[in-house]
Nanobody, 124 residues
Framework: QVQLVESGGGLVQAGGSLRLSCAAS????????MGWFRQAPGKEREFVAA????????WYADSVKGRFTISRDNAKNTMYLQMNSLKPEDTAVYYC?????????????????WGQGTQVTVSS
């Protein structure tokens, strides 16, 4: 069982930055690939970024590539999402998720554990 807790959301002006954190419980954090997803009101949950267990591989949605950076610190059982050049369309609840095994990084149903989400609001 893995418990995930997100933090770092808030209100920011367009062009600003935020860093989200996802703290995980348990002693096997490095065995899980991790992902960030987001969900805006009235929309489906969408993939943002993912990172392999070792941190050696990362994947990004086209909409955030070049602006967001995913990373992890396995010694601290924590994953991060550095978000720069934020846009109003980035406004959503951001969720972190954990999965075992390879593949399926872009698909929410591939993930086994989810956090409760943190709100990110970007004003224009």
């Amino acid at each position: 069982q893995v418990q995930l807790v997100e933090s770092g959301g808030g209100l920011v002006q367009a062009g600003g930055s935020l860093r989200l954190s996802c703290a995980a419980s348990g002693r096997t954090f490095s065995s899980y690939a991790m992902g960030w997803f987001r969900q805006a009101p009235g929309k489906e949950r969408e993939f943002v970024a993912a990172i392999s267990g070792s941190g050696g591989s990362t994947w990004y949605a086209d909409s955030v590539k070049g602006r967001f950076t995913i990373s992890r610190d396995n010694a601290k059982n924590t994953m991060y999402l550095q978000m720069n050049s934020l846009k109003p369309e980035d406004t959503a609840v951001y969720y972190c998720a954990a999965k075992r095994g390879l593949g399926g990084y872009y698909t929410p149903t591939s993930y086994d554990y989810w956090g409760q989400g943190t709100q990110v609001t970007v004003s224009s």
